[in-house]
């Protein structure tokens, strides 16, 4: 490469790492590409071809494209502190020990933090994260387990008025099935994400109003900003394996669970469930919800700039693989099922396929299955997939399906350092 050239390179590079939110384009000024865009290929046409220029440049850039065009201003990160609820060491027959810590980031806001680790472990244990629909209170058989005073989603056990009440209590908990996470050796951590941000458009609680007001940002995000305030205590706990952290989450939750993991590389591997539109589906896809229906019907998940997409997607400059992308090289499993197919199971496929090619270029391997695998048979490659028979829900057979992909990469990566 010529002397000019790789000068040319750098000045392109450096001007693109220190571009202001400002001097990116407008939506409708950005060029309409009708196929998935390629994730080595800059904003300004130039191609990745270095390991270097992808962490360095390409990465950074991705980050911000997707906070500017789609889900908005991460909020910042602050110290957390956490301050125990109350602990049952004999929780699930003696099986676990269950912690319920309010944890506080920002004055004036703190949300609860459930968490349940396996009291027979012979090291450090990984830890499911994420956020849930229906708050801690519906996950297990505790009376001690505090009751959200804050707005609940209607249709859920116990909730009248959209609050929830004692009768909720331990009504759901086929929905994490926590004790079989226990039973395989793993920790799980969950909040409700109503705690974080009410799945409102209209009324703002949580954090949305304590941030400053100049701050764009979205619930989608602030729920991926309670994610990565959660690893910051999970960290603290010494039982919790520190490189073994999943993220996890159903739907908007799934979407939600994908951009943690793409922003917070502290989290090992990112099990989007049935995430769908805005989260694991293409943008541009043709089935399912479609970014118009997800920007008129939810418009609080996404930010201004997205919305001008809706009728026009050819013009976002990324699609989802590129948020996969931004996981690499670490795994990522999209799980699904069959007659969910507003989530788009198919095309979500399509964005692993598309995403495939950061991992080799990144010098691992990535989707190992060739085509949909058969219905409930995991393709646990670094790129995984699953999709089972029945609805959109979450359920013990996805767990399992969970509980077998991260066992099958921890168990990979724990070889691959004792052959290095
Ligand atoms: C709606 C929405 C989806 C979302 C789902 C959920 O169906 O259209 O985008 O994933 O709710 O969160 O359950």
């Given at each position: 490469?010529?002397c000019?050239?790789?000068?040319l390179?750098?000045?392109?590079?450096?001007?693109c790492?220190?571009?202001?939110?400002?001097?990116?384009?407008?939506?409708?000024?950005?060029p309409?590409?009708?196929?998935?865009?390629?994730?080595?290929v800059?904003l300004?046409?130039?191609?990745v071809?270095?390991?270097?220029?992808?962490?360095?440049k390409?990465?950074?850039?991705l980050?911000?494209?997707?906070?500017h065009?789609?889900?908005g201003?991460?909020?910042a990160?602050?110290?957390?502190k956490?301050?125990?609820?109350?602990?049952?060491?004999?929780?699930?027959?003696g099986?676990?020990?269950?912690?319920?810590?309010?944890l506080?980031?920002?004055?004036?806001?703190?949300?609860?933090?459930?968490?349940v680790?396996?009291?027979?472990r012979?090291?450090?244990?990984?830890c499911f994260?994420?956020?849930?629909f229906?708050?801690?209170?519906?996950?297990?058989?505790?009376?001690?387990?505090?009751?959200?005073?804050?707005?609940m989603?209607?249709?859920?056990?116990?909730?009248?008025n959209?609050?929830?009440?004692?009768e909720?209590?331990?009504?759901?908990k086929?929905v994490?099935?926590?004790?079989?996470?226990?039973?395989?050796?793993?920790?799980?951590?969950?909040?409700?994400?109503?705690d974080?941000?009410?799945d409102r458009?209209?009324?703002r609680g949580?954090?949305?109003?304590?941030?400053?007001?100049?701050?764009?940002?979205?619930?989608?995000?602030c729920?991926?900003?309670?994610?990565h305030?959660?690893?910051d205590?999970?960290?603290t706990?010494?039982?919790?394996?520190?490189?073994?952290?999943?993220?996890?989450?159903h739907?908007?939750?799934?979407?939600?669970?994908?951009?943690a993991?793409?922003?917070d590389?502290?989290?090992?591997?990112a099990?989007?469930?049935?995430a769908?539109?805005?989260?694991?589906?293409?943008?541009r896809?043709?089935?399912?919800e479609s970014?118009?229906?997800?920007?008129?019907?939810f418009p609080?998940w996404?930010?201004?700039?997205?919305?001008?997409?809706?009728n026009?997607?050819?013009?976002?400059?990324?699609?989802?693989?590129?948020?996969?992308?931004?996981?690499a090289?670490?795994?990522?499993?999209?799980?699904n099922?069959?007659?969910d197919?507003?989530?788009?199971?198919?095309?979500?496929?399509?964005v692993?396929?598309a995403?495939?090619?950061?991992?080799?270029?990144?010098?691992?391997s990535?989707?190992?299955?060739?085509?949909?695998p058969?219905?409930?048979?995991?393709?646990?490659?670094?790129?995984?997939?699953?999709?089972?028979?029945g609805?959109?829900s979450m359920?013990?057979v996805?767990?399992?399906?969970?509980?077998?992909?991260a066992?099958h990469?921890?168990?990979r990566?724990?070889?691959?350092?004792?052959?290095?």
């Amino acid at each position: 490469m010529s002397c000019v050239r790789v000068l040319l390179m750098f000045g392109l590079f450096a001007l693109c790492g220190s571009r202001g939110a400002a001097a990116l384009p407008e939506p409708k000024d950005l060029p309409s590409k009708p196929e998935l865009p390629d994730p080595l290929v800059m904003l300004d046409g130039t191609k990745v071809t270095t390991k270097e220029q992808w962490n360095e440049k390409r990465r950074p850039e991705l980050k911000q494209l997707f906070q500017h065009y789609m889900y908005g201003t991460l909020p910042a990160k602050s110290e957390v502190k956490a301050t125990i609820l109350h602990t049952d060491t004999k929780a699930f027959g003696g099986k676990a020990t269950l912690t319920e810590v309010a944890l506080s980031a920002i004055d004036k806001h703190s949300f609860r933090l459930l968490v349940v680790v396996p009291n027979e472990r012979k090291g450090k244990v990984g830890c499911f994260v994420g956020p849930n629909f229906s708050a801690n209170h519906t996950l297990v058989d505790d009376p001690k387990i505090v009751i959200p005073e804050g707005w609940m989603y209607p249709n859920y056990p116990g909730v009248k008025n959209n609050k929830a009440s004692e009768e909720g209590r331990g009504k759901l908990k086929e929905v994490w099935n926590l004790e079989q996470s226990i039973d395989r050796g793993y920790a799980v951590a969950t909040f409700y994400n109503g705690d974080i941000d009410p799945d409102r458009a209209d009324v703002r609680g949580g954090i949305r109003s304590l941030l400053p007001p100049t701050l764009e940002t979205t619930s989608i995000a602030c729920w991926a900003w309670g994610v990565h305030r959660a690893v910051d205590y999970l960290l603290t706990l010494p039982s919790i394996d520190e490189k073994k952290l999943v993220a996890v989450g159903h739907s908007r939750l799934g979407k939600t669970a994908i951009l943690a993991a793409a922003m917070d590389e502290r989290l090992a591997i990112a099990i989007p469930h049935q995430a769908g539109c805005g989260g694991t589906a293409p943008s541009r896809g043709k089935v399912g919800e479609s970014v118009k229906q997800i920007n008129e019907r939810f418009p609080h998940w996404f930010n201004a700039n997205f919305k001008q997409f809706s009728n026009d997607t050819a013009k976002i400059p990324f699609d989802q693989h590129s948020l996969v992308a931004l996981c690499a090289p670490r795994p990522v499993l999209f799980s699904n099922a069959k007659e969910d197919s507003w989530a788009n199971p198919d095309g979500q496929f399509e964005v692993l396929q598309a995403a495939d090619p950061v991992y080799r270029f990144l010098g691992v391997s990535g989707l190992e299955a060739k085509e949909v695998p058969p219905l409930g048979k995991l393709s646990a490659g670094k790129l995984g997939y699953f999709i089972r028979e029945g609805k959109h829900s979450m359920s013990k057979v996805d767990w399992q399906a969970f509980l077998d992909f991260a066992d099958h990469h921890f168990r990979r990566n724990r070889e691959e350092s004792i052959d290095g």
